[in-house]
Nanobody, 120 residues
Framework: VQLQASGGGLVQAGGSLRLSCAASGSISSVNVMGWYRQAPGKQRELVAS???????NHADSVKGRFTISIDNAKNTVDLQMNSLQPEDTAVYYC???????????????WGQGTQVTVSS
């Protein structure tokens, strides 16, 4: 199982970006997918998560600006980021808590990070 993230970049404050993450491989079931971020010198933090049912959770710092969505048919999770601010600058990582076809257990998988830089 692999998670591939895309969509990062450089944007001015107030701008928008959309991050996408695709899970590939022999996936039997997806429980939760999410986005985390890590700014220089800071710990990785949860940005938003979404269950396969569609129930989502967003960090207080991004509520009203970011929206997470999931496509269960494609095993993808997107993060629409609007009204970006310099403090949103970080490396963003997607994660998936899912079960592969050859396992009885759910495990957490991580994608590679994608840089988001917001200039003031």
């Amino acid at each position: 199982v692999q998670l591939q993230a895309s969509g990062g970049g450089l944007v001015q404050a107030g701008g928008s970006l959309r991050l996408s993450c695709a899970a590939s491989g022999s996936i039997s079931s997806v429980n939760v997918m999410g986005w985390y971020r890590q700014a220089p010198g800071k710990q990785r933090e949860l940005v938003a998560s979404i269950e396969s049912s569609g129930s989502s959770n967003h960090a207080d710092s991004v509520k009203g600006r970011f929206t997470i969505s999931i496509d269960n048919a494609k095993n993808t999770v997107d993060l629409q980021m609007n009204s970006l601010q310099p403090e949103d600058t970080a490396v963003y990582y997607c994660s998936g808590h899912l079960r592969s076809s050859d396992s009885f257990y759910y495990e957490t998988y991580w994608g590679q990070g994608t840089q988001v830089t917001v200039s003031s």
